[in-house]
């Protein structure tokens, strides 16, 4: 399919402006401006909708095909939830920010406060600051965080540990803040090796990042234990609330031990995924890391309206422009108190159901690094397809022929041809049976006709990308122009 | 109601193909005592009243007529954006790491990559941050990167917020920040170039700066080179309908936030930042890129490209830490810049220039009123105010109009002065009302 | 010659007193097509292991730790433009760096080719 420059003609026009209803000033000074007008597209406004729309057809997306990528939590996304985001389009956030503004943006600020309030209550933590924009902002706004505690009593850290099974953001984010990375293996029982991490536990670690479940959709038995070692040391603990899909209303990160933690709006409430954002990663913490939020915080005045505080000395300071994707926090809004809290306790049930349900269909067919009852998602492995020269992109090249999106493959690292399934609890039971039922065709396939595998995609507009020659060629712009 | 579609009898058939007698049973590996110790939310509610409770929240925000930016502009956005970008295929889709199903949005950032190429006079870009201010720490870091340099001058009249984000962001890194104060809106070359020396990694500006000024940075480009600094500029996109580009400056680093192209206000976000540079810096670039290649076909296609970059693979030693990006307000960009169009952006960015000029004849009148100073501006600029600004902005938010932004609070001893924001959205009637409620409150 | 290997595959040649080194076949082929390789500086010193320079694939980043100690001399500038010589050939035309080596008794840290392999198939 063309690029839109290639469709570009010259002189062609898109959207009608106003004329001016003031004069036409005096030009500025030459050397100021530009000597040709930027090469944008020159489209009509059809071919410019034909354009999109027909791009879009080439996308799956969760509205089309089952997308049961582990660890992203591709759930439904509510209608209405879009709906309500636009009542708040026209609210200007330096309105907040005026003398005497605070006034004229109360819904704003309300809710802000209103979701901080319930993100609090739902993780079991003392406040939420709903500013890091994703969830990697806020995992690295939650090591800051850490680092202005341990400032604060003047200890001396270096080191943060994280479990080889950790998303990579966890390690990536704990650099930026300019710590040294511990890596602790993964035990049998498919969780921290908490012998590994007691002999790496020490003085100089200022915290511990975890998931639980963790990355292979297992609840650690230990997690109470890791969390008494940790603050045995003035270590903090760091819950990575990617995968709290499996424990709403069931467990709370704050009552098991966690200091500081972040949720996933775009993930566990059902804000849309975007093709890769925009999300929204709130950070809690318990009271002792109070002082530290970001700026601005917002909060509740004794006469209940609501206010930001932007002067407090101890903060770690701004991670975004304002307040937030304020837009992604409706629509997370809206979820939460629309699903309340017997909603949200039936999220979790139906999606360690939903997961539990695909491992016990599939571990006939499939390898499984750790046989314990899974949460929400469940891993495989392809080792045994491997004998056959069958790897586990070629299942998932299969899978998108037969109109499913593959799971996550090739995470968590520390499983062989890793295979990550998270059908989340808005999945029917048909829809899953269709997907298992392909799955296994995939295994026998494997085994009988591998070189259907290898062939796949069949159906899509291309197949089998050759990344290297990206990587080498590094054509990310089109010219000339 | 959690959507979920689960009826007894298929949660009798679920339990019996696990071997399980109940769903509890499946949370059996979790201990008692860790079990939540309260869950005390509100019982949930109907569709209907979800929308009768939203609206009346959002009931509660004031519409003004806003004379305001600090980093987002009132921008009309064309009918189309919310069209297309709302098509489900773009808006419920994951990051593209399968290509062969994802060549929607993956062709979609490419085309993006490229316009911001074009809009900025860059080589290359990549597929979209957060927003402006951390694409500009981040910008910031790749410059320490780049060069192995530690130090950083920053010009004062760079957006407070953004600069306060670069503080923040640096703070656990030893770096050193140092500020450069403007002089009445301008930046001060001589303390800029004094400040610069071969420790430093990048000089930071922004074009049009938060007084309105608009500069040719093209001599500190030269100055910082000979240094072997790099030029990082902040750029208000819309204004690129008009302005020099920070490419034909020379600058290595451009970044800024794309609300202005096709995202609403909405308080704050989301929007994106785009960040841009010069071919040899292409793999110290934060973020995701996308690459063009071909298939096994032969056929054209876009993946996900120098991932090796990226924390899901170089995991500590990323060149950030970022995951997602804000790849659906980046294809809003992408939209909105196409239904604009080459010759759209430059009647646009005069429409804006236009009304400013407007306005800064009208309201710089006023008795009580001056300007700054002399220097050009885009839309907006300075005005100095015979009263404390706070004040008469506050004054004059009783009369739904927010006049602009007083700088007492971010620059020492400018309490009089006022940031006045001009876009196509204000009409001559909103603006001679602003003229005589200004004059009214002085 | 003889090439001796690191555990983590790094291999050496000692030619006239000079150490060529690259990473080997095992390792080039684990990584995958080669995308880029970060050369050291010229002049660089290092201790025997530690960190020399880095080699990227499309879906791997990796350390290449030196595997003695010594003072990078000559770096293989080809590498720049045709990365994919190292999977041509990781332990031949894909040399990475010669080093002068600082104390050639540093070797006795390392394996032999023989003992390499037999490191590789437990590695299995």
Same mark, same amino acid.
């Given at each position: 399919?063309?690029?839109?420059?290639?469709?570009?003609?010259?002189?062609?026009?898109?959207?009608?402006?106003?004329?001016?209803?003031?004069p036409?000033?005096?030009?500025?000074?030459?050397?100021l401006?530009?000597?040709?007008?930027?090469?944008?597209?020159?489209?009509?406004?059809?071919?410019?909708v034909? *354009?999109f729309?027909?791009?879009?057809?080439?996308?799956?997306?969760?509205?089309?095909?089952?997308?049961?990528?582990?660890?992203?939590t591709?759930?439904?996304?509510?209608?209405?939830?879009?709906?309500?985001?636009?009542?708040?389009?026209?609210? *200007?956030?330096?309105?907040?920010?005026l003398?005497?503004?605070?006034s004229?943006?109360?819904?704003?600020?309300?809710?802000?406060?209103?979701?901080?309030? $319930?993100?609090?209550?739902?993780?079991?933590?003392?406040?939420?600051?709903?500013?890091?924009?994703?969830?990697?902002?806020?995992?690295?706004?939650?090591?800051?965080?850490?680092?202005?505690?341990?400032?604060?009593?003047?200890n001396?850290?270096?080191?943060?540990?994280?479990?080889?099974?950790?998303?990579?953001?966890?390690?990536?984010?704990?650099?930026?803040?300019?710590?040294?990375?511990?890596?602790?293996?993964?035990?049998?029982?498919?969780?921290?090796?908490?012998?590994?991490?007691?002999?790496?536990?020490?003085?100089?670690v200022a915290?511990?990042?975890?998931?639980?479940?963790n990355?292979?959709?297992?609840?650690?038995?230990?997690?109470?234990?890791?969390?008494?070692?940790?603050h045995?040391?003035?270590?903090?603990?760091?819950?990575?609330?990617?995968? $709290?899909?499996?424990?709403?209303?069931?467990v709370?990160?704050?009552?098991?031990?966690?200091?500081?933690?972040?949720?996933?709006?775009h993930k566990?409430?059902?804000?849309?995924?975007?093709?890769?954002?925009?999300?929204?990663?709130p950070?809690?913490?318990?009271?002792?890391?109070?002082?530290?939020?970001?700026?601005?915080?917002?909060?509740?005045?004794?006469?209940?309206?609501?206010?930001?505080?932007?002067?407090?000395?101890?903060?770690?300071?701004?991670?975004?422009?304002?307040?937030?994707?304020?837009?992604?926090m409706?629509?997370?809004?809206?979820?939460?108190?629309?699903?309340?809290?017997?909603g $949200?306790?039936?999220?979790?049930?139906?999606?360690v159901?939903?997961?539990?349900?695909?491992?016990?269909?599939?571990?006939?067919?499939?390898?499984?690094?750790?046989?314990?009852?899974?949460? *929400?998602?469940?891993?495989?492995?392809?080792?045994?397809?491997?004998k056959?020269?069958?790897?586990?992109?070629?299942?998932?090249?299969?899978?998108?022929?037969r109109?499913?999106?593959?799971?996550?493959?090739?995470?968590? $690292?520390?499983?062989?041809?890793?295979?990550?399934?998270?059908?989340? !609890?808005?999945?029917?039971?048909?829809?899953?049976?269709?997907?298992?039922?392909?799955?296994?065709?995939?295994?026998?396939?494997? !085994?009988?006709?591998?070189?259907?595998?290898?062939?796949?995609?069949?159906?899509?507009?291309?197949s089998?990308l050759d990344?290297t020659?990206?990587?080498?060629?590094?054509?990310?712009?089109?010219?000339?122009? | 109601?959690?959507?979920?579609?689960?009826?007894?009898? /298929?949660?009798?058939?679920?339990?019996a193909?696990?071997?399980?007698a109940?769903?509890?049973?499946?949370? +059996?590996?979790?201990?008692?005592?860790?079990?939540?110790?309260?869950?005390?939310l509100?019982g949930?509610?109907?569709e209907?009243?979800?929308?009768?409770?939203?609206?009346e929240?959002?009931?509660?925000d004031?519409?003004?007529?806003?004379f305001?930016?600090?980093?987002?502009?009132?921008?009309?956005?064309?009918?189309?954006?919310?069209?297309?970008?709302?098509?489900?295929?773009?808006?419920?889709?994951?990051?593209?790491y399968?290509?062969?199903?994802?060549?929607?949005?993956?062709?979609?950032?490419?085309?993006?990559?490229?316009?911001?190429?074009?809009?900025?006079?860059?080589?290359?870009?990549?597929?979209?941050l957060?927003?402006?201010?951390?694409?500009?720490?981040?910008?910031?870091?790749?410059?320490?990167?780049?060069?192995?340099?530690?130090?950083?001058?920053? /010009?004062?009249?760079?957006?407070?917020?953004?600069?306060?984000?670069?503080?923040?962001?640096?703070?656990?890194?030893?770096v050193?920040?140092?500020?450069?104060?403007?002089?009445?809106?301008?930046?001060?070359?001589?303390?800029?170039?004094?400040?610069?020396?071969?420790?430093?990694?990048?000089?930071?500006?922004?074009?049009?700066n938060?007084?309105?000024?608009?500069?040719?940075l093209? /001599?500190?480009?030269?100055?910082?080179? @000979?240094?072997?600094?790099?030029?990082?500029?902040s750029?208000?996109?819309?204004?690129?309908?008009?302005?020099?580009?920070?490419?034909?400056?020379?600058?290595?680093?451009?970044?800024? /936030?794309?609300?202005?192209?096709?995202?609403?206000?909405?308080?704050?976000?989301?929007?994106?930042?785009?960040?841009?540079?010069?071919?040899?810096?292409?793999?110290?670039?934060?973020g995701?890129i996308?690459?063009?290649?071909?298939?096994?076909?032969?056929?054209?296609?876009?993946?996900?490209?120098?991932?090796?970059?990226e924390?899901?693979?170089?995991?500590?030693?990323?060149?950030?830490?970022?995951?997602?990006?804000?790849?659906?307000?980046?294809?809003?960009?992408?939209?909105?810049?196409?239904?604009?169009?080459?010759?759209g952006?430059? @009647?646009?960015?005069?429409?804006?220039?236009d009304?400013?000029?407007y306005?800064?004849?009208?309201?710089?009148?006023?008795?009580?009123?001056?300007?700054?100073?002399?220097?050009?501006?885009?839309?907006e600029?300075?005005?100095?105010?015979?009263?404390?600004?706070?004040?008469v902005?506050?004054?004059?938010?009783?009369?739904?109009? +927010?006049?602009?932004?007083?700088?007492?609070?971010?620059?020492e001893?400018?309490?009089?002065?006022?940031?006045?924001?001009?876009?196509?959205?204000r009409?001559?009637? @909103?603006?001679?009302a602003? +003229?005589?409620?200004? @004059?009214? +409150?002085? | 010659?003889?090439?001796?290997?690191t555990?983590?595959?790094?291999?050496?040649k000692?030619?006239?007193?000079?150490?060529?080194?690259g990473?080997?076949?095992?390792?080039?082929?684990?990584?995958?097509?080669?995308?880029?390789?970060?050369?050291?500086?010229?002049?660089?010193?290092?201790?025997?292991?530690?960190? %020399?320079?880095?080699?990227?694939s499309?879906?791997?980043?990796s350390d290449i730790?030196?595997?003695?100690s010594?003072?990078?001399?000559?770096?293989?500038e080809? %590498?720049?433009?045709t990365?994919?010589?190292?999977?041509?050939?990781?332990?031949?035309?894909?040399?990475?760096?010669w080093?002068?080596?600082?104390?050639?008794a540093e070797l006795?840290?390392?394996m032999?080719?023989?003992?390499?392999?037999?490191?590789?198939?437990? %590695?299995?």
């Amino acid at each position: 399919m063309k690029l839109i420059y290639e469709k570009s003609v010259a002189g062609r026009r898109g959207l009608k402006l106003p004329a001016s209803d003031v004069p036409r000033a005096a030009d500025l000074p030459k050397n100021l401006v530009r000597q040709e007008s930027a090469g944008l597209p020159e489209v009509s406004e059809l071919d410019l909708v034909r *354009h999109f729309t027909n791009l879009s057809r080439r996308n799956f997306s969760v509205d089309t095909n089952f997308y049961p990528l582990g660890s992203c939590t591709m759930k439904y996304n509510a209608k209405i939830t879009e709906n309500v985001a636009p009542l708040f389009a026209d609210s *200007h956030p330096m309105t907040a920010l005026l003398p005497g503004g605070e006034s004229s943006s109360q819904g704003a600020l309300g809710l802000l406060f209103e979701l901080g309030g $319930l993100l609090a209550e739902i993780t079991g933590m003392d406040e939420v600051s709903c500013q890091p924009l994703a969830g990697a902002h806020g995992e690295m706004t939650g090591i800051m965080l850490i680092a202005a505690y341990h400032r604060a009593k003047g200890n001396r850290k270096k080191y943060v540990i994280v479990p080889d099974s950790s998303h990579g953001t966890n390690p990536a984010s704990a650099a930026m803040v300019g710590y040294e990375i511990i890596t602790i293996p993964t035990a049998p029982y498919g969780d921290m090796d908490l012998d590994a991490f007691r002999a790496a536990m020490n003085g100089e670690v200022a915290a511990v990042m975890m998931t639980c479940p963790n990355t292979l959709g297992l609840f650690n038995p230990h997690i109470k234990e890791i969390c008494d070692i940790a603050h045995e040391h003035d270590a903090l603990m760091y819950y990575d609330g990617a995968n $709290l899909n499996a424990i709403l209303g069931k467990v709370r990160p704050g009552d098991v031990g966690f200091d500081v933690i972040h949720v996933n709006l775009h993930k566990t409430f059902g804000t849309p995924h975007g093709g890769g954002g925009p999300g929204s990663g709130p950070v809690g913490v318990k009271k002792e890391l109070i002082p530290f939020l970001p700026t601005p915080r917002v909060i509740m005045q004794a006469n209940g309206s609501f206010a930001l505080e932007t002067s407090n000395p101890q903060s770690i300071g701004r991670l975004a422009n304002f307040f937030g994707n304020f837009g992604v926090m409706v629509k997370a809004y809206a979820y939460i108190i629309m699903l309340g809290r017997e909603g $949200l306790i039936e999220v979790s049930e139906q999606a360690v159901l939903n997961a539990n349900y695909m491992m016990a269909q599939l571990k006939g067919h499939y390898d499984v690094p750790f046989d314990l009852t899974c949460m *929400h998602e469940c891993v495989f492995s392809a080792a045994r397809q491997l004998k056959h020269g069958v790897h586990a992109i070629d299942i998932a090249k299969y899978l998108i022929d037969r109109g499913h999106h593959p799971p996550t493959v090739y995470f968590p $690292l520390n499983v062989k041809e890793a295979i990550m399934i998270e059908p989340t !609890e808005t999945e029917s039971k048909e829809t899953m049976d269709a997907f298992i039922a392909v799955m296994i065709e995939a295994a026998e396939m494997a !085994e009988k006709n591998p070189e259907v595998l290898h062939e796949a995609p069949l159906t899509m507009p291309v197949s089998r990308l050759d990344e290297t020659k990206a990587a080498r060629d590094q054509n990310v712009c089109f010219g000339p122009w | 109601m959690s959507y979920s579609p689960n009826t007894p009898e /298929d949660i009798r058939e679920m339990l019996a193909a696990i071997g399980a007698a109940s769903v509890d049973e499946l949370f +059996a590996p979790i201990p008692a005592e860790l079990r939540a110790q309260s869950f005390a939310l509100p019982g949930g509610m109907s569709e209907m009243e979800l929308l009768r409770r939203m609206k009346e929240l959002a009931g509660n925000d004031r519409p003004l007529i806003g004379f305001i930016g600090g980093g987002y502009y009132d921008h009309y956005i064309p009918a189309v954006v919310d069209h297309l970008s709302g098509r489900a295929e773009f808006y419920t889709a994951y990051t593209p790491y399968q290509p062969e199903c994802s060549q929607g949005t993956l062709q979609a950032l490419f085309e993006y990559q490229t316009i911001i190429c074009r809009l900025t006079g860059m080589e290359v870009s990549n597929a979209s941050l957060y927003d402006g201010g951390t694409a500009l720490a981040e910008a910031a870091m790749m410059a320490l990167r780049v060069t192995g340099r530690n130090r950083l001058v920053i /010009d004062a009249a760079v957006n407070p917020f953004s600069r306060e984000i670069v503080r923040t962001y640096l703070t656990n890194l030893g770096v050193e920040i140092i500020e450069i104060s403007s002089k009445n809106g301008l930046v001060d070359r001589q303390a800029l170039t004094a400040a610069l020396t071969d420790q430093t990694a990048a000089v930071i500006l922004q074009n049009p700066n938060f007084f309105g000024t608009v500069d040719d940075l093209s /001599d500190i480009a030269t100055a910082a080179h @000979e240094k072997g600094a790099l030029l990082i500029t902040s750029v208000y996109p819309i204004s690129l309908g008009m302005l020099k580009s920070p490419g034909a400056m020379g600058a290595d680093i451009v970044v800024g /936030d794309g609300q202005s192209l096709g995202n609403p206000l909405s308080f704050g976000g989301p929007s994106f930042g785009f960040i841009a540079t010069t071919k040899k810096y292409i793999r110290n670039l934060p973020g995701r890129i996308i690459g063009e290649t071909l298939d096994r076909n032969g056929k054209r296609g876009f993946v996900l490209t120098l991932q090796a970059r990226e924390q899901h693979i170089k995991r500590h030693k990323a060149t950030s830490n970022i995951c997602s990006n804000q790849s659906l307000c980046a294809l809003r960009g992408l939209i909105y810049l196409t239904s604009v169009g080459r010759e759209g952006l430059v @009647e646009l960015a005069r429409l804006n220039y236009d009304k400013a000029e407007y306005a800064k004849g009208v309201l710089g009148a006023v008795k009580g009123v001056q300007l700054l100073n002399a220097v050009p501006t885009f839309n907006e600029f300075t005005l100095v105010l015979a009263k404390d600004a706070a004040a008469v902005v506050r004054q004059l938010l009783d009369s739904g109009v +927010a006049a602009g932004v007083p700088l007492g609070a971010y620059y020492e001893g400018m309490d009089n002065c006022l940031v006045v924001t001009v876009t196509e959205k204000r009409t001559k009637e @909103e603006i001679d009302a602003l +003229a005589k409620q200004l @004059e009214a +409150a002085l | 010659m003889e090439t001796y290997f690191t555990k983590e595959h790094e291999w050496v040649k000692i030619k006239e007193g000079v150490a060529s080194i690259g990473i080997s076949e095992h390792a080039a082929h684990e990584l995958g097509d080669i995308t880029f390789v970060e050369l050291p500086q010229m002049g660089k010193v290092v201790k025997q292991f530690e960190a %020399l320079a880095g080699i990227e694939s499309v879906k791997a980043a990796s350390d290449i730790y030196a595997p003695l100690s010594g003072k990078v001399i000559k770096v293989n500038e080809a %590498l720049n433009d045709t990365p994919e010589i190292v999977n041509e050939a990781a332990e031949d035309a894909g040399w990475i760096a010669w080093l002068e080596p600082a104390d050639l008794a540093e070797l006795k840290n390392l394996m032999s080719r023989a003992d390499y392999d037999t490191y590789l198939k437990g %590695l299995e």
